[in-house]
């Protein structure tokens, strides 16, 4: 009996011994990124960092409890609709989140199933299924030595755990849905050859293509803009691949696709009046731009009308790079968001892809799909994205990991990751015995990763224990204005909306606008209303309730400091001074 047990855990080492590896990985990886939340939130204060991760929290929220993705303010309609936080917006007093739907729609459902307490760690739980599926990926393609060494270094990849513990993001839903989407398309071709009928035969690669597209489907429902360059990708490898495929696997894989994209379908014409509208106008409108421009192209190609193709193009390249095409700024964005933040990633991967050309003659046709569709998402990721100006940061000049370009390079972070392992391997290669080699290559995986943990946990700037730090302090702040407000305040604010809201209603702005003001004097006669913001000096107070604000019949009253920087005011009505009664008793004097 012993010997026979020896035996079993003999066979299981030997042959399954990288998935001992994996596992711990994931829920090593889980209670990495789950700290986060775990240590700065609790059932009473539950708060967000940006306003993007509080749309996507409260709509996922009000989804499982109320099975909608909108709730009604009656106020909005006396005030022109400004009533509402960051990242939402409201129409005729609906107010509803500026977002992919795919999210609130997939975290809502799991909530209402689980209750809605396990919406802050979803997405580790999600990051770390990634994991594994990562792993069957780069096994299919590249071989068991590399995925091994690919997912060690995924595990603790500074962007990938640090937006897996900022769990109310679309990126990490999005890139996991792609990978598995990715790793069902790889096992398409699968087929049972004893078989003769066709759909006996060929039924594990339709069931592949199904689930590959319903994968893929929740990816673009997560974020529906990279379809720029998911769906070329997608249209390049079954070109590529035509006549294995065939055509019914394709159809079989729209479909998946579609079927994940009917409750987004649902509620965008629920929410929009339009199957296809959104709560991003902007998209919205630069498919429907692109869809006619593509088909008049495709047309005029046809029928040889090749002196209208430039315009066409001219205007596909406008709709596409919206907010600029600008070359010199991506290349600026490359240098801080790759080369200089993740050097062992930038000379790893060139070094694997000039092993891999070296060596080219070894590789199958799927590693040079990999390496050819890796490329050509990865221009269109470094322009597209790089060419854009935006600052999460309040400091413009600073290249942190909390910066958008980091999330939205995702894709080609994680595709880097096979080259590099490539890398390593080619490098230990010349070691004789194996376990020379692995530990020489864990030694280099063992200081990547020690250098990728502190990046995450210990940047001073926006590292996960300063982030930590900033939402203790946060919840002070948040107890003090809850306790010096009324239940139904409004709270007028530039950038607190995320931590005020949804105990207090708010309202983005300042003092700047007639319009506005001219609206919080409507406002202040029906409900408390407060601002909260930077503490104004003496004379900028004096000016303003002498000022604009007087010229609505309202004023600002401290109430008191929050913070070192944020004073909490209250919005009164001014009662008009009225004229002294003069004296008319000279005409009335007795004759």
């Known amino acids: 009996m012993m010997k026979w047990s020896k035996n079993i855990i003999f066979r299981l080492t030997h042959n399954y011994w990288e998935w001992f590896i994996i596992l711990l990985l994931v829920v090593g990886f889980f209670f990495f990124t789950a700290s986060f939340n775990y240590l700065s939130q609790d059932k009473a204060f539950i708060k967000w960092l940006s306003p993007d991760e509080t749309a996507n929290y409260i709509s996922s929220k009000f989804y499982a409890e109320n099975n909608n993705l909108a709730w009604f303010e009656k106020d909005n309609l006396l005030v022109k609709d400004i009533i509402h936080p960051r990242s939402f917006r409201s129409d005729f007093g609906l107010t509803k989140a500026v977002s992919f739907f795919g999210l609130p729609i997939v975290y809502g459902t799991l909530a209402s199933l689980f209750g809605v307490g396990i ?86 690669g339709l069931v592949y293509a199904l689930l590959s597209g319903l994968f893929i489907g929740l990816a673009l429902i997560t974020r529906t803009s990279e379809l720029l360059w998911l769906g070329p990708l997608m249209i390049g490898l079954w070109l590529l691949n035509i006549k294995r495929l065939g055509f019914i696997r394709p159809l079989i894989f729209i479909l998946g696709v579609f079927i994940s994209f009917l409750p987004v379908l649902y509620w965008n014409n629920v929410l929009y009046g339009s199957f296809f509208a959104s709560g991003y106008p902007g998209l919205t409108n630069s498919l429907t731009s692109l869809t006619k421009d593509s088909s008049d192209l495709a047309t005029n190609f046809i029928s040889g009308k090749f002196v209208e193709l430039k315009e066409l193009l001219i205007k596909i390249k406008t709709t596409v790079f919206y907010f600029g095409f600008n070359l010199e700024q991506s290349y600026k964005m490359f240098n801080a968001y790759v080369r200089l933040m993740f050097p062992w990633l930038f000379f790893g991967a060139g070094l694997g892809m000039i092993s891999f050309v070296a060596y080219f003659k070894d590789y199958k046709k799927s590693r040079w799909l990999f390496l050819l569709g890796w490329l050509g998402i990865s221009a269109i990721l470094i322009v597209y994205y790089g060419s854009w100006v935006f600052f999460d940061n309040p400091d413009p000049k600073s290249f942190t990991i909390g910066n958008s370009y980091t999330r939205y390079w995702l894709p080609f972070y994680f595709g880097a990751l096979p080259f590099v392992s490539l890398a390593l391997i080619r490098l230990t290669g010349f070691l004789k015995h194996p376990a020379a080699i692995w530990g020489l290559r864990m030694a280099v995986v063992t200081v990547i990763a020690t250098l990728s943990i502190q990046f995450v946990w210990f940047d001073p700037a926006e590292g996960i224990a300063a982030s930590i730090q900033k939402q203790k302090a946060a919840r002070v702040e948040w107890s003090k204005v809850l306790s ?60 303003l309730n002498n000022g604009p604000l007087k010229e609505q019949g309202i004023s600002l009253q401290l109430i008191a400091p929050i913070t070192d920087r944020f004073n909490l005011y209250k919005i009164n009505i001014v009662i008009p001074e009225t004229e002294p009664v003069k004296n008319t008793s000279r005409f009335f004097k007795k004759k």
């Open 119 to 204: 919406l802050p760690y979803l997405t580790p739980m999600i990051g770390a299924l990634g994991l594994i599926f990562f792993y069957l990926l780069i096994k299919n393609l590249f071989g068991r030595s590399n995925a091994l060494i690919s997912t060690l270094l995924a595990s603790v990849f500074p962007v990938y755990t640090y937006y897996a513990a900022r769990s109310m993001f679309h990126n990490v839903l999005f890139l996991v849905a792609l990978i598995i989407g990715l790793y069902f398309a790889s096992n398409i071709l699968i087929k049972q050859p004893v078989q003769k009928a066709y759909f006996k035969k060929h039924w594990p």
């Open 484 to 543: 010096l407000t009324e239940p139904e305040a409004i709270i007028i604010t530039r950038t607190s909306d995320k931590l005020l809201f949804p105990e207090r209603k708010v309202i983005i702005g300042i003092f700047d606008d007639k319009n506005m003001i001219a609206e919080y004097a409507k406002l202040v006669k029906k409900v408390p209303l407060y601002y909260y913001n930077f503490s104004y000096q003496e004379k900028d107070l004096a000016y």
